[in-house]
């Protein structure tokens, strides 16, 4: 697609040559060079980037693949109101808008970003990564040629001033938006809190937050940055976020949790946590802050291990004790989890065995000691390290004098007791509650898991790609304001799937919002865009599990065709204006 401006050939570049094919002219440029060993040279690689404007010679129209080469800082500034491509795609720009509004994002945002450009590239950015699952700023220009946009005139701004955006926005703005956004829940009954962390990796050394530690994808080959989230999972909707250095685990990190709920002037919350939380002197400070606890636990699990104990064999057939919405048997003992400690209560240990569960583990457990036995048969004779990581546990290793591995055998007793506790799980609650309630309170972080899940996956938040804190805390604050929008989105989809009773491949996020990006406009004839086409079926199923029905659709549609043609207007009268003084 060529673009409606023209700029200099430059000529004086080798890279840069021409072919004619008529009737037009058309310029490459050489992107690299492969080397031919059967002619032992090189040859150029080359890409079409243009062609020649046919009144003047010394000019050139670029391409898309131009604008993905030089960026858009290559273009006149004045396009970058009305340069865009003839068909643009306005389906998910018009959902995020509609859930802006409905959040009040857009007030909450003017009152912490003052500056409306700064607010503006803050929402694109937002959008560009829910649309494009990346975080690269260089491709925005590419991804806003095709899109309308929310900055100021509709204006695509280059990486480098999105690149100044993200260092200009400050910490003190960002703890306005949070305040702002969790000032008006509901704190007058009990809210359920489930809080999960992720960690995030990062290249640059210079990010104060970045250190070596734990990271929860198991890959371990640089500095890491810990994120952690609330979210209420009774309203489904993230609360707020928070980074913390690599090296800190999150059992530490919890009572700094606890005490920034109370900041916020949550007092009435029960958290519903992980067994990554799981420690004596954490639940004993929730005590002490008068919140309660939801915490998942191992059913071999050293401090809760006997009480599971007590459980095997009175509950896992008895039909009385099935939850059938997750076909899990459950029962509930009421213990102490610490009797020889005064600080402690009575706890509802929620006692759980599936038995599909159990066969997969168990069957998971024997495939990974056949792999590692594969994998020790090749050791033989050779140095290892001693340790073996993890799985050593399940194996006798018996080592020369230099190191060298001899044998192996397993050890059958740990792995028969393992798969013995296979199936089994717990759930600790402060509060009285029956297996089933805890189980499904226990499920609602599904959502919280999805939204982290979507950050790093959907949003394309995986990694950091930023040299400066500043700007990482930006990337952050954008990608938390993405999860409220993309959790908004998966919410209402499934919502409407549980309606419906039926399941259909388009109704994910992912899937959703490519079919959402192929309702388009379109510039036509008279050089001014129209609605490209009416929405398809899928396309009007999905909008109306998103709260938006055809006519509000296409009214939305019709108003960013007003939009864009005023602007192309205004600089069009504005470009004759300026040639008729350069004339005069």
């Known amino acids: 697609m060529y673009l409606d401006v023209t700029i200099p050939y430059p000529d004086d570049d080798p890279k840069f040559t021409l072919k004619n094919l008529p009737p037009h002219t058309y310029v490459y440029y050489e992107v690299g060079r492969d080397y031919n060993p059967v002619k032992q040279h090189t040859i150029p690689r080359r890409v079409t980037v243009g062609k020649i404007d046919g009144k003047d010679a010394s000019l050139m129209i670029p391409n898309e693949k131009y604008v993905e080469l030089f960026g858009r800082d290559a273009l006149p500034q004045d396009s970058f109101t009305i340069t865009r491509s003839t068909t643009l795609s306005v389906g998910t720009y018009i959902v995020i808008k509609k859930i802006i509004s409905d959040y009040r994002l ?18 694109d950015f937002a959008a560009y990564e829910l649309i494009t699952s990346s975080n690269v700023a260089q491709h925005f220009g590419s991804f806003a040629y095709r899109h309308p946009t929310f900055s100021p005139g509709m204006r695509i701004y280059s990486d480098t001033v999105i690149g100044e955006v993200f260092e200009e926005i400050t910490c003190d703005e960002r703890q306005v938006f949070l305040d702002e956004w969790n000032k008006d829940k509901d704190k007058s009954k009990i809210i359920y809190v489930s809080y999960d962390s992720t960690s995030r990796h990062t290249k640059a050394g210079d990010i104060e937050e970045a250190e070596f530690g734990k990271p929860k994808d198991g890959q371990t080959d640089g500095p890491i940055i810990n994120q952690g989230q609330a979210y209420d999972t009774d309203n489904r909707v993230p609360l707020f976020y928070e980074s913390y250095p690599g090296s800190i685990n999150d059992v530490s990190m919890l009572q700094y949790l606890v005490e920034k709920c109370i900041a916020y002037g949550y007092l009435m919350l029960c ?314």
Not at 106 to 123: M, Y
Not at 481 to 500: C, H, M, V
């Open 271 to 584: 958290f519903i946590l992980d067994r990554g939380y799981f420690s004596r002197e954490n639940l004993f400070y929730m005590d002490s802050k008068n919140y309660h606890f939801l915490i998942m636990a191992k059913g071999n699990a050293k401090f809760i291990r006997s009480l599971v104990e007590s459980a095997m064999g009175m509950f896992e057939l008895e039909r009385k004790f099935l939850i059938k919405k997750f076909l899990t048997q459950g029962t509930t003992i009421v213990r102490k989890l610490f009797p020889d400690d005064p600080r402690d209560k009575l706890r509802y240990v929620h006692v759980y065995f599936n038995d599909v569960q159990a066969s997969i583990e168990r069957r998971n457990l024997e495939r990974s000691i056949f792999k590692w036995e594969k994998a020790l048969s090749k050791c033989i004779g050779k140095q290892v390290k001693k340790g073996l990581g993890g799985f050593a546990a399940y194996f006798d290793l018996k080592y020369d004098e230099d190191g060298k591995l001899l044998s192996f055998e397993t050890r059958d007793d740990v792995i028969e007791e393992e798969k013995f506790w296979a199936g089994y799980f717990a759930i600790v609650s402060s509060m009285e509650m029956t297996a089933e309630t805890a189980l499904l309170r226990y499920k609602g972080r599904d959502c919280n898991e999805k939204t982290f899940l979507g950050d790093k996956s959907f949003l394309g938040n995986n990694t950091y790609r930023v040299d400066s804190d500043e700007a990482k805390d930006t990337k952050e604050w954008i990608g938390f304001f993405g999860e409220i929008i993309q959790n908004k989105i998966y919410t209402d989809l499934i919502d409407a799937e549980e309606l419906d009773g039926s399941k259909s491949n388009y109704m994910s996020v992912p899937a959703a919002i490519a079919e959402l990006e192929k309702y388009e406009i379109s510039r036509q004839g008279n050089g001014k865009y129209h609605i490209d086409h009416p929405l398809t079926k899928q396309q009007r199923k999905i909008m109306e599990a998103l709260h938006l029905d055809k006519d509000e659709v296409k009214n939305e549609a019709q108003k960013i065709c007003d939009q864009i043609n005023e602007l192309i207007k205004q600089a069009k009268e504005k470009e004759d204006k300026k040639e008729k003084e350069q004339a005069s």
């Open 106 to 123: 857009d007030e909450i945002l003017t009152t912490a970003i003052r500056d409306e450009r700064n607010r503006g590239v803050f929402i």
